[in-house]
């Protein structure tokens, strides 16, 4: 079974606009954690934001957001006032410590910022 | 800000040959992790290692491969006899605690058997 779906294959955003890239989960660990990474075309894996799943409040970091829906299992990213640099392929991944110290990853986004 | 490096940034290797991949984890960091991910795929863990072992390795991580610690900077994932099916992007990854924390990745190393 899929631990991380990322359903969107491909989105499109205008410049300056806002979207949302969806991530639902599957765990029964009580104990897990979310995390976004960036990967542009020259290939490296940035590190976007974290969130632990005690978290009360969905995490923030600059113009990225996490909306964290527990009950859903859902944790989308939310990108603010998209910029032609934020064209990348984007993956959710989710760690289970309590089983292990691997990430699973989902199968990507790849955004694209219109000018 | 620190940052994990990997060398070489390419590698291209005729097939049947060994390769050894090289990774400079962060220095205070605890945990190393090894990831591939083969052209237009999902990224995949290979291993994990910490105190000098490995502590857990997925189905990809057969007899073809290890790794090592060789001295206090490097980590290091070998594959002994490449195949064409190994030609993907190698990551490695490293983290100062486990649990919760986030892995922060090198820029890998593309790996091509011909």
């Known amino acids: 079974a899929q631990k991380i779906t990322q359903t969107q294959p491909g989105m499109f955003v205008q410049e300056k606009e806002a979207v949302t890239l969806d991530c639902t989960y599957d765990?029964?660990?009580?104990?897990?954690?979310l995390f976004w990474y960036k990967q542009p075309s020259s290939g490296e894996m940035i590190f976007l934001i974290y969130?632990?799943?005690?978290?009360?409040q969905n995490a923030t970091e600059g113009r990225y957001s996490l909306n964290f829906q527990k009950a859903r299992k859902s944790a989308n990213l939310v990108i603010s006032a998209s910029q032609l640099g934020d064209s990348a392929m984007y993956f959710c991944?989710?760690?289970?410590?309590?089983?292990?110290?691997?990430?699973?990853f989902g199968a990507g986004t790849r955004l694209t910022v219109k000018p | 800000e620190p940052e994990v490096t990997q060398t070489p940034s390419h590698q291209v290797t005729q097939m049947g040959q060994e390769v050894i991949l090289r990774c400079v984890p962060i220095?205070?960091?605890?945990?190393f992790y090894w990831y591939r991910q083969i052209l237009g795929q999902k990224v995949e863990f290979l291993v994990s290692?910490?105190?000098?072992?490995?502590?857990?390795k997925s189905e990809i991580f057969d007899d073809q491969f290890s790794v090592e610690r060789p001295d206090g900077s490097n980590f290091t994932l070998k594959i002994r006899s490449t195949k064409l099916e190994d030609s993907a992007m190698y990551f490695c990854?490293?983290?100062?605690?486990?649990?919760?924390?986030?892995?922060?990745f090198g820029d890998g190393t593309r790996l091509s058997i011909l």
């Open positions: 969130q632990g799943s005690y978290d009360q």
């Open positions: 765990t029964s660990d009580p104990s897990y954690g």
């Open positions: 290692f910490y105190n000098n072992e490995i502590s857990e």
């Open positions: 991944a989710m760690r289970e410590p309590l089983r292990n110290n691997d990430m699973r």
């Open positions: 990854a490293s983290s100062r605690q486990v649990g919760n924390q986030p892995q922060h």
């Open positions: 220095s205070n960091h605890l945990y």
